[in-house]
Each structure stands twice: as C-alpha cells, then as structure tokens.
C-alpha cells in the first residue's frame, strides 16, 4: 500500500493590545486507501512545533481577536535557548492569565450568553437553541467525544446496555444499520497504542508531574493510563457513494483523554497523547471524512498536577496553558469544539473543591472568549464559530452524585439526551430536511 501526502500548515502569530495568540494547523489530503487504523506516523523525531511550522507547511487558518480583527500569519520565529524559552513562556503564560483573570473579574462573562449556555436540568431548550446556531452540521454526519471519565459517564451512562446512551445510538446502532464499518474498542487501560496500530516512543518518556499527566499508575508503567472504566472506541463508516451503502446516519467516536497534558500515548513522532490523537483526527480522518464535531471535557486530574507531595496549591496558569495548546491541536480536526465543563463534587474532602473548580471554569470561559470563540478559516476572511460552552457546574453542585467527582446516571442522561437532540437535529440540518433557525429546506 502506498500513501500520498501532502500537508500544509503554519503557525499564525499576532499581537493585540495585551493578547497574544498563535495557531498550530496541519491541513493533510490522503488519497491513499486501507485501513483508517493504520499506523500513519513517519518514525522520525520532532515535537509538535517541528511539525506544524516546517517549511513544507501554508497558512490555511487565522483566529479572529476580541475586537473582531483578524490575526494576520507573521510567521514563527523560536527561541533557541531553553533557559530563554522557559521565561519567554512563563511570561507570556502570566500575561494572557492576566487578561482573562480580569474578564472574571470584571463579572462582564455571566452577563454574556453568546458563546455560552447555562445548562437546566428541567429545560433544556436555552442550550439547545445557541448549540444550534453556533454548531454546524459536521459533513458526514461525524462527532467525536473526548475527555476524562466525566465525560465518559455522558457517553455511556456507566451502562453498555442502555440503548439510550449516546454510546448505543451513534456507536452501536450504525454498525448494526450500515454494512461497511470498521470500528476499534480497547477496555483496557493499558496497551493504548494496540487500538492505533502505533509504535510505542523508544525509549519512553516518563511524565514530568509539575506540567503534565499521567501521575498514577500511567506514570509507573509505560503505555498505561491513571483512569479505567472508559477505553478507546473508535468508528468509521463509509459513505453512499464510496461503497453503495446508504449509510448517512450520525456515528461518533470516544477517545478516553483525561488530562488536557499527558504523556500516556507516545509514537516516535509526537511525546504526548493529545499531540498524536490530534494528528490522527487531521491526518486520516478529516481528509476522508471532513471535520467531526468535537465534544469535550477534563480538569479533574490536572488540579493535581504539580502536588507531588500533596502541599503544593493547584496550578491553574499550567492547567490553562495546557488546555490552550490542545485547542491549538484540536483547530485543524474539529469543525467546532464544544467544551462541557466539569461539575461541582460531591463534598470538600479531596483537591477538587467546589470554589476551586468554579474558579477554574471561569478561567477556561474566558481563555475560549478570548482566543477561541471564532476562527478565521480559509481565503474570504469569515469569521465562523469555533468554541461553545454548556456550563452544568452550578445545577451539578445540588444535582445527584454516584460519589465525589461523578454525577448519578439520571443527570448525566439528562447531558447526554441534549447532544442527542443535537446530533439528530444537525444530522436533518445536513440532509436539509430541517426548517427553521435560519436552515433552508432543499428537498
């Protein structure tokens, strides 16, 4: 088998009043043909950087800034000492905290619903109103969730055999309908590199635990994640048209990430897991399939990131910068991210803790409001929603618990049922048989 690639991207740099942004794209076309779960990596060393700014690389992206401009691509320029890319970073970093600790302290976000729903366990219909304005109908019919066992809950309900779960619709049920699928389930929390056919990094890397994940027994043993419970279940189906088989139904993925930083998948090419699962998504499945829409969540385990000895206080700036270069990553495979925020636990026995983690979403409100709200993509210069959030963290604080950091099946349910009304709505939205909110019928 032989693949032609050939892909495109740059690093988009501008500079507005205090705000200082940058894009990490890759732009790839595979005609060649096989298995989706081959192993695609070139076996070369490079970090992520390497990858997304070398030369064979155009700019195909641009973020639009907080006062509707466009950032123009300046190109990329490294500092070369590691001592000076340190400072340059922290720097940076503490600026970019800096503006967006004022936009929460500013109060001016809550009065703001543009970008953001406030989730209602008894109505719905606020956040399933802007996710349909904001949220396009992704080209065939493709979703992909990603996130901590939070997330997983929301995917599966903790329950494979509930033929309600967004696990059963969009998972199980199109490879019941659809005669050409190809799907990938690894329940186990180690050998994650078996579900891609990948190479494990030689030698391997052990996580630094004051930057990144994993801290437990994906640390001790290589190839192996702290959480269980939730693996990798990954879904393609072919078109009509590329196979005879009428299959345009919604069909979604699951990629159990739990850090927004971790080490727990490493390749040859790229150390961290968000950087390979990232250039996965872009390099074997958009060129096929189109951007997926891409449904996430995680904070839980990065709060300890940095407490080795259980002294240290939570490192918000790391968890922030973290999460804004996996956004980064995520910009050329996702059609639009929908960020689910983590709930309230249950009590104040562990580092989670309720004042904590409403802080945190703030911080994370304001990163996307200023950096990620809209993006800027190819050559007319329109500006296209990029990032939505549902925030469920204040009806979670009362709602109930199974334990400390998981809501009970009957609230995740109530989650999930709202992206499933979603899906189902986009999913008619893209066969244009969905009138109003602004769709146009076709038929």
């Not at 005669?179 to 056919?197: K, P, Q, Y």
Request: proline share 5%; charged share 25%; glycine share 6%.
């Amino acid at each position: 088998m032989t693949l032609s690639k050939k892909a495109n991207a740059s690093v988009l740099l501008g500079t507005m009043g205090v705000v200082v942004l940058s894009t990490l794209i890759i732009c790839a076309t595979n005609p060649g043909s096989g298995s989706i779960f081959r192993r695609s990596l070139r076996l070369r060393e490079m970090t992520a950087l390497d990858f997304y700014s070398s030369a064979d690389y155009k700019p195909e992206y641009q973020y639009k800034s907080v006062d509707g401009t466009s950032i123009g691509s300046s190109g990329f320029s490294f500092v070369h000492s590691p001592e000076e890319q340190a400072a340059s970073a922290t720097n940076e970093e503490l600026h970019k905290l800096a503006l967006i600790n004022s936009k929460v302290a500013s109060g001016t976000m809550r009065q703001q619903n543009d970008i953001k729903c406030v989730f209602d366990l008894n109505n719905a219909e606020e956040c399933l109103a802007l996710l349909l304005r904001r949220v396009p109908a992704p080209m065939s019919h493709r979703w992909t969730f990603m996130g901590d066992s939070q997330m997983g809950k929301i995917w599966d309900l903790n329950d494979k055999r509930n033929q309600d779960t967004l696990y059963h619709r969009f998972y199980r049920e199109p490879q019941e309908l659809c005669t050409m699928c190809e799907s990938r389930s690894h329940n186990s929390r180690c050998n994650l590199h078996d579900v891609f056919l990948w190479e494990r990094r030689d030698p391997w890397e052990f996580s630094d635990r004051t930057v990144e994940g994993p801290l437990g027994i994906g640390r001790q043993t290589p190839g192996c994640a702290d959480q269980s419970g939730h693996g990798y279940q990954l879904l393609e189906c072919h078109l009509d048209g590329e196979t005879g088989d009428p299959c345009e139904i919604p069909v979604a993925s699951f990629y159990p990430i739990e850090f927004a930083r971790d080490v727990e998948l490493q390749t040859p090419q790229f150390r961290t897991t968000q950087e390979n699962i990232a250039h996965w998504v872009t390099t074997e499945h958009v060129p096929k399939y189109g951007r997926p829409v891409c449904v996430m969540g995680a904070m839980y385990h990065d709060i300890r990131i940095g407490d080795i000895d259980g002294s240290a206080e939570p490192d918000e700036a790391r968890f922030i910068s973290n999460l804004r270069e996996f956004f980064r990553l995520l910009q050329p495979a996702c059609a639009h991210i929908i960020w689910i925020t983590p709930n309230a636990p249950n009590t104040e026995d562990y580092p989670q803790k309720t004042p904590l983690v409403r802080r945190w979403n703030d911080l994370v409100e304001g990163m996307i409001r200023t950096e990620f709200s809209d993006v800027i993509r190819g050559e007319n210069g329109v500006p296209v929603p990029f990032a939505t959030i549902i925030d469920h963290f204040e009806a979670s604080i009362d709602g109930p618990h199974d334990d400390n950091a998981h809501m009970s099946r009957d609230y995740a349910s109530k989650v999930a049922n709202l992206l499933v009304e979603l899906i189902r709505r986009k999913a008619n939205e893209r066969k244009g048989v969905l009138v109003g909110d602004g769709v146009e019928e076709v038929m």
